[in-house]
């Protein structure tokens, strides 16, 4: 069946840092790829997304680019602030199943001023 | 406007009982998801509704798990005969449509069984 794995976490990081969090996933076909995340007290939120080979996708500073060849949706922000510290997952759908997610582990970020 | 909204936003039961966990969707969304959090994973799919009928349930992972949203907007998930692993975060989430529009989530019920 479809899996995503995601790095563990926590993730550490003083502000200003470079940003990445590595996923990969396994799904037959052309699944659509997810970031959400959590931030603390709040429900989970979409953060971008990509439906295709090759698309980027971006959002509050954060772009994932879909790489089929190496079946990856890696995370990446160029500067982190403290108030992106949150949980972040990867999560797939197969091709025309809407909203029915398959989410990795999660990965906490934490960043300090 | 609202989100989505999910009471109670805790619940200890003990094991056997039977509990309703009641999801409000965000007013307008045709799509409705149930999704299961254990501790330190990520939420799995339970079931999906488009208007009143359950289009996909193939995540409930025994028939002591049921859900029902008998007007096209509220929906219930109910649990029979509770065991401790049942316990989690318990997820609802909506959207306009099926495909392509983007999930909202509640922030949870956490359900405990003792």
């Known amino acids: 069946g479809d899996s995503v794995t995601q790095m563990e976490g926590p993730v550490t990081l003083s502000e200003e840092a470079f940003l990445t969090i590595n996923c990969t996933y396994t799904?037959?076909?052309?699944?659509?790829l997810f970031w959400y995340v959590q931030y603390p007290g709040e429900g989970l939120q979409l953060l971008l997304k990509?439906?295709?080979?090759?698309d980027k996708g971006s959002n509050k500073g954060f772009e994932a680019t879909y790489r089929k060849e190496t079946t990856s949706f890696h995370l990446e922000k160029g500067s982190v602030q403290v108030s992106d510290s949150a949980v972040y997952f990867c999560?797939?759908?197969?091709?025309?199943?809407?909203?029915?997610?398959?989410f990795g582990g999660g990965t906490r970020l934490m960043v300090k001023p | 406007g609202a989100g989505v909204s999910q009471t109670p936003s805790n619940k200890v039961t003990e094991k056997g009982k039977y509990v309703e966990l009641r999801c409000d969707p965000i007013?307008?969304?045709?799509?409705l998801y149930w999704y299961r959090q254990s501790l330190g994973q990520g939420p799995e799919f339970l079931i999906y509704?488009?208007?009143?009928?359950?289009?996909?349930d193939s995540g409930l992972p025994n028939d002591r798990f049921f859900a029902v949203r008998p007007e096209g907007s509220v929906s219930t998930l109910k649990i029979q005969r509770t065991e401790r692993g049942d316990s989690a975060v318990y997820l609802c989430?909506?959207?306009?449509?099926?495909?392509?529009?983007?999930?909202?989530f509640g922030n949870g019920t956490r359900l405990t069984v003792t």
């Open positions: 990509a439906t295709k080979a090759d």
């Open positions: 007013s307008g969304h045709t799509a």
């Open positions: 989430a909506s959207s306009e449509g099926a495909t392509g529009s983007p999930l909202h």
């Open positions: 799904a037959t076909g052309y699944p659509s």
């Open positions: 999560a797939l759908s197969p091709y025309n199943a809407g909203n029915m997610l398959t």
């Open positions: 509704f488009q208007g009143t009928g359950a289009a996909d």
